[in-house]
């Protein structure tokens, strides 16, 4: 047999009899609960029905809200830290390109040419002067016999999607972050519509206890409280800019934007009040990019304890090498100059002071260090779902409640006022009734807000409209396709200004 033929024969065997060091990965289990506790806590509430009303891809758009759905559009395209996530996905792309090129030879070319002169007796003129040329290609390779490379590409990949989930995560944030301040500065609208209200109210108040005064009829004191009482109410409705304006920045900021350029016009229209549905807790191990990190993160850990187990067993590398050595460049290329050589080199370490054992010990205390995050990950998420589902449910009562003390508080103000125009109480009972009317409209408006705010808590808690099933497999990370995560159409191609 050739020596070229047994090289070959030797690689086959080698392939064949390769094997996979350290165990194969297999998803620990988590804690997850039969059903939600909150989503049937309380009589007079529940969540909606149990289908999927959430959009696959953009999941903001149940509110309703065109503003809302451009803004959202833009933060794939203008959002700085994502921007920063993607391209920590691609270098993780690039470490799994890096080993896999452990599984194929490695190939080199070396060419020299040299003039030297040898040592002779005759002093300085002495010696021979010789040529020397040689090209020679080189092969080596280590097969992968006891699969440490295949874990480190195994390794490599679960790694990239942890990059991936990561990604899907921070754009699940940034999402989550601007509906939140979308809906609170449209809160704001509605906080200074209210009291602007309030104001025109007040200055009507100011005018007809002025004539009364005039008119002998009225005390000067009801004129000064009803003044008091639309400065304190005017100075509100001024203050309430302040929170709207940095909500309004917030939002540029999050769509990637410098707050100077710009801004959202006010709107009366209102965010309607969802019911989410929360579906079987179950599905939530797949909803969520926090939870598809940490369940990545362990599969890395165990096939790093391959790798540390691959070290225990012997490196074989077969090399080659083909070429040609000649005194005359003429003759470099023919039959009679041609070299070769092949061979194989074994390689054992046979005493390292426990370096090894103790690289194994520490690659399987990571992965029950990764496993125990995962679970820790798992009871967390249900946490935050009941968390919002408790709020939705107890904000649900509250704002029942807070309605009908704000009916009975303007009923009371309207009769009050009634009294004080016939003279049968002082302007105090009308200050006092028309604040604690106001009082519980503004409570009205922020118990809106809060109920809305946990909406989108809930929804971010659920996962938004993520699954594991947009993790990139190995053909993906291997591709040079970009990642795309859900089917978002195109940014709109006239922004909000």
């Not at 691959?310 to 100059?337: E, I, R, W």
Request: some cysteine; overall charge neutral.
């Amino acid at each position: 047999m050739s020596p070229a033929l047994r090289l070959g024969a030797a690689a086959a065997l080698l392939l064949v009899g390769g094997c996979n060091a350290g165990p194969d990965y297999r998803r620990p289990s988590a804690p997850v609960p039969a059903a939600y506790k909150e989503a049937a806590a309380a009589e007079g509430w529940k969540v909606g029905q149990p289908q999927d009303a959430i959009d696959r891809g953009a999941w903001w758009s149940v509110y309703r809200d065109p503003v809302l759905d451009r803004l959202e559009r833009q933060i794939d395209v203008s959002n700085q830290t994502l921007k920063a996530d993607e391209a920590a996905f691609r270098q993780a792309e690039a470490v799994v390109g890096e080993a896999r090129a452990n599984l194929f030879p490695s190939l080199s070319l070396n060419a020299r040419g040299q003039r030297s002169r040898g040592g002779g007796s005759g002093g300085s003129g002495g010696g021979s002067i010789a040529n020397s040329f040689t090209i020679t290609g080189n092969a080596s390779w280590t097969p992968d016999l006891w699969g440490s490379v295949r874990r480190s590409i195994e390794a490599s990949e679960a790694n990239a999607q942890v990059s991936a989930g990561t990604l899907a995560g921070a754009r699940l944030s940034a999402q989550g972050a601007l509906a939140t301040a979308y809906i609170q500065l449209r809160i704001a609208d509605d906080l200074k519509r209210l009291l602007d209200q309030a104001v025109t109210a007040y200055t009507e108040a100011v005018r007809i206890t002025t004539n009364q005064y005039n008119a002998g009829t009225a005390a000067q004191s009801d004129v000064a409280q009803a003044q008091a009482q639309l400065d304190q109410t005017r100075a509100q409705s001024i203050a309430v800019g302040v929170s709207r304006a940095q909500f309004e920045h917030a939002t540029a900021v999050l769509i990637g934007k410098p707050p100077a350029e710009f801004s959202i016009a006010a709107t009366k229209e209102q965010i309607p009040i969802l019911s989410i549905p929360p579906g079987v807790p179950s599905a939530l191990l797949e909803r969520r990019p926090d939870i598809a990190v940490a369940e990545r993160k362990m599969a890395a850990a165990n096939a790093e304890i391959g790798v540390a187990d691959a070290a225990f067993f012997p490196n074989v590398t077969l090399s080659a090498d083909y070429g040609g050595a000649s005194a005359l460049l003429s003759k470099l290329f023919t039959a009679g100059s041609r070299v070769w050589a092949f061979g194989s080199t074994v390689a054992q370490t046979l005493f390292d002071a426990g370096s090894r054992q103790a690289s194994l010990a520490a690659a399987r205390a990571t992965f029950d260090e990764q496993v125990a995050s995962y679970r820790q990950t798992v009871l967390s998420a249900f946490q935050q779902v009941e968390d919002e589902l408790a709020a939705l449910r107890i904000l649900a009562q509250q704002a029942a409640a807070e309605e009908s003390a704000l009916a009975a508080a303007r009923q009371a103000e309207s009769i009050i006022l009634n009294q004080y125009r016939a003279g049968t109480v002082a302007y105090t009972s009308v200050i006092v009734a028309q604040t604690t009317a106001l009082s519980d409209a503004e409570s009205v408006v922020n118990i809106r807000q809060s109920r809305l705010v946990a909406s989108v808590a809930l929804i971010q808690a659920l996962g938004g409209g993520w699954d594991t099933g947009q993790l990139p497999g190995p053909a993906k990370i291997e591709s040079d396709q970009p990642l795309n995560f859900s089917p978002i159409p195109a940014p709109d191609p006239h922004p909000i200004k």
